[in-house]
């Protein structure tokens, strides 16, 4: 049994930051990519960033400069420090990883909501 827990969203006003936390826990041999997707009101689930285990990221453009994703291998856990917050991040974020058990399966998070308005 595997569980990603979040937390560390909330409601921001525009051009703040907010930082999300994930840990993974349960039966884990290792862990390959981490990341954050999310999701808002009638859109699809969309990529915002990832890191795999030696420590190479991936961005979408909008979020590029803004966003930092980073994680603690020791701990299992995935960050992401999100600065210069806009309205249109407004979304459920979802906490993803690439987990090693008998193979490797895809898990995720229950999702946190980030609101940004004034």
């Known amino acids: 049994q595997v569980q990603l827990v979040e937390s560390g969203g909330g409601l921001v006003q525009p051009g703040g930051s907010l930082r999300l936390s994930c840990a993974a826990s349960g039966s884990i041999r290792s862990i390959n990519d981490m990341g954050w997707y999310r999701q808002a009101p009638g859109k699809q689930r969309e990529l915002v960033a990832l890191?795999?285990?030696?420590?190479?990221?991936n961005y979408r453009d909008s979020v590029k400069g803004r966003f930092t994703i980073s994680r603690d291998n020791a701990k299992n856990t995935v960050f992401l420090q999100m600065n210069s917050l806009k309205p249109e991040d407004t979304a459920v974020y979802y906490c993803?990883?690439?987990?090693?058990?008998?193979?490797?399966?895809?898990?995720w998070g229950q999702g946190t909501q980030v609101t940004v308005s004034s």
């Open positions: 890191i795999n285990s030696g420590g190479s990221t």
């Open positions: 993803y990883a690439r987990i090693m058990r008998l193979g490797y399966s895809d898990y």
